[in-house]
């Protein structure tokens, strides 16, 4: 079964610089969900879309930007990066279709930004 | 073996024994809840969830037991094989909400 893809799947920058996530739902998810996981933490919760509109927010950084495309991909827009911003960058959809339900969050393999 | 969450956040089984990871989550309006495995480098895979009207959900070697009066979830595996060694999270939904709270995790061992 087809999941999400997330790309690039590593990212080197330095202090100051910007960064460009980007995320591919599984195929007719509607929702996008995006999360940060520090070294050795629990995702925390940045920002979901629903149907290309922000659906909700979390502690996204206002250094950080995101939206949804018309088709259903998603970028996380990261700028004047900090060395604290080095983490698993998560992406998650989430759908009805006939294998999964609405409300379950389907996870991507991640996007590891290091900023040196 | 048994964990108590966030008091315990390392696991240690002996293969084919069962395991209980527990999680107490803090807010009473969340009404969906998922356990979540984790890999080294890889992202949280689904494994059971359960929704606040349910006390109790079976899948393929794993149940999830929802206690709402003390607001306390687990995940109990049968088995446990070599391949379950991983981090588990609990995550709770609040009603209204679509990012989910994921609670400390627990790494689970498995000892041959």
Sequence with gaps: ?116 | GESVGLHLPTLSVQEGDNSIINCAYSNSASDYFIWYKQESGKGPQFIIDIRSNMDKRQGQRVTVLLNKTVKHLSLQIAATQPGDSAVYFCAENRRGADGLTFGKGTHLIIQP
């Design chain 1, 1 to 116: 079964a087809a999941g999400v893809i997330q790309s690039p799947r590593h990212l080197i920058k330095e202090k100051r610089e910007t960064a460009t996530l980007k995320c591919y739902p599984i195929p007719r998810h509607d929702t996008v969900y995006w999360y940060q996981q520090g070294p050795g933490q629990d995702p925390q919760f940045l920002i979901s879309f629903y149907e290309k509109m922000q659906s909700d927010k979390g502690s996204i950084p206002d250094r950080f930007s995101a939206q949804q495309f018309s088709d259903y991909h998603s970028e996380l827009n990261m700028s004047s990066l900090e060395l604290g911003d080095s983490a698993l960058y998560f992406c998650a959809s989430s759908g009805r279709t006939d294998a999964t339900s609405t409300d379950t969050q389907y996870f991507g393999p991640g996007t590891r930004l290091t900023v040196l």
